[in-house]
C-alpha cells in the first residue's frame, strides 16, 4: 500500500526533552512537509525539504529541527526550546515539480504529542 | 504567512440538507485544493481543481476554480452523518512550493 505514516500516533513527554516525531512515505514523492495543527485552528507550515539533503524553515520553525537524510523520510525534532509543543502534527509529501497536479499534498495520520 | 478567507467558519444543518463552503484569496491561485479531516486524523484530499473555471465531482461532492483565480467553492449534496468534520481549502501560488490553507469550515449534522 503506497501512503504516508506517522509514529507514535500518540506520544507523551516531559517538559525540558526534546523528542522525535517520525515520518515515512512509500509514494516516491521529492517534497516533504511538516505542519503543526493546534485545537480549533488550521495548519501551520513548521519545516519543508524539496530534496535530499536540503530543508527550509516554514512560518513557524523556532524550537523544532528536521533532516531529510533519504527520500522516503523526514523526521522533526520538537526540542526544549520550543515554548508550547502540545499540538497535533501533520506530516505531507508531494511530488516535486512545480505547478498542476504536482502541487497536491497527502498527508500522513498525525502524531499527537502532550507535554507533560 | 499568507492565509485564505474561508466561509463559513461553522455550520450545523439537517441530514438531507446540502452545503456550500468558499475561500478567497487576494492572490491569483495555480492550484485549488480541499481536503477533509476528521477528529484525530490526517486531512484527506477530497477535490483538487487545475484549471480556472475547472467543475469537478466526486459523489456528493463538487466543487469549482474561479474563473478569476482568486476563489473557490465546495457543494455536498444531501448531506449524511459522515459528512461530519472540518472542511479545508488550499491553493497553490503559481511556482510556489508550499500550500496556502484557509482557517476550516466545521460542519455539524443533526439527525
Known amino acids: 500500500d503506497g501512503g504516508i505514516t506517522q509514529s507514535p500516533k500518540y506520544l507523551f513527554r516531559k517538559e525540558g526533552q526534546n523528542v522525535t516525531l517520525s515520518c515515512e512515505q512509500n509514494?516516491?514523492?521529492?517534497?516533504m512537509y511538516w505542519y503543526r495543527q493546534d485545537p480549533g485552528q488550521g495548519l501551520r507550515l513548521i519545516y519543508y525539504?524539496?530534496?535530499?539533503?536540503?530543508?527550509q524553515k516554514g512560518d513557524i520553525a523556532e524550537g523544532y529541527s528536521v533532516s531529510r537524510e533519504k527520500k522516503e523520510s523526514f523526521p522533526l525534532t520538537v526540542t526544549s526550546a520550543q515554548k508550547n509543543p502540545t499540538a497535533f502534527y501533520l506530516c505531507a509529501s508531494k511530488e516535486g515539480r512545480t505547478s498542476g497536479k504536482a502541487d497536491t499534498q497527502y498527508f500522513g495520520p498525525g502524531t499527537r504529542l502532550t507535554v507533560l | 504567512g499568507q492565509q485564505l478567507n474561508q466561509s463559513p467558519q461553522s455550520m450545523f444543518i439537517q441530514e438531507g440538507e446540502d452545503v456550500s463552503m468558499n475561500c478567497t484569496s487576494s492572490?491569483?491561485?495555480?492550484?485549488w485544493l480541499w481536503y477533509k479531516q476528521d477528529p484525530g486524523e490526517g486531512p484527506v484530499l477530497l477535490i483538487a481543481l487545475y484549471k480556472a473555471g475547472e467543475l469537478t465531482s466526486n459523489g456528493r461532492l463538487t466543487a469549482q476554480f474561479g474563473i478569476t483565480r482568486k476563489d473557490s467553492f465546495l457543494n455536498i449534496s444531501a448531506s449524511i452523518p459522515s459528512d461530519v468534520g472540518i472542511y479545508f481549502c488550499a491553493g497553490s501560488l503559481w511556482g510556489a512550493q508550499k500550500l496556502v490553507f484557509g482557517q476550516g469550515t466545521r460542519l455539524t449534522i443533526n439527525p
Open positions: 492572490s491569483i491561485f495555480n492550484t
Open positions: 525539504s524539496q530534496i535530499v539533503n536540503d530543508f
Open positions: 509514494l516516491n514523492h521529492d517534497a
